[in-house]
């Protein structure tokens, strides 16, 4: 992931975070991972949606509230 991130392959770098996601689905960093991610890249609504499933899970995590006042600032 972190080699297409470099080689600006954001497409394929999403497509490998999705499968980590998919394959360790009870590990929080690959979804926040991916939110930064978005952040990043303006994608806002994204951001967001993702974050709200993650609230769903783990409604504690102080990483998610921060991640929402990125996106929303």
């Known amino acids: 992931m972190e080699v ?3 080689a600006c392959k ?3 770098a999403f497509w490998v975070l999705d ?3 998919e394959l ?3 590990e929080l960093e690959w ?3 991916k939110a930064n991610m978005h952040i990043y890249n303006d994608n806002h609504t994204s951001v967001c ?3 709200k499933e993650i609230l769903k899970k783990e409604s504690l ?3 998610v509230f921060h991640d929402f006042v ?3 600032s």
């Open 19 to 21: 499968r980590l996601i």
């Open 4 to 6: 297409k991130i470099k």
């Open 10 to 12: 954001m497409d394929e």
């Open 49 to 51: 949606e993702l974050l």
């Open 70 to 72: 990125m996106a929303t």
């Open 31 to 33: 979804p926040l991972l």
């Open 24 to 26: 360790e689905s009870e």
């Open 61 to 63: 995590r102080m990483e």
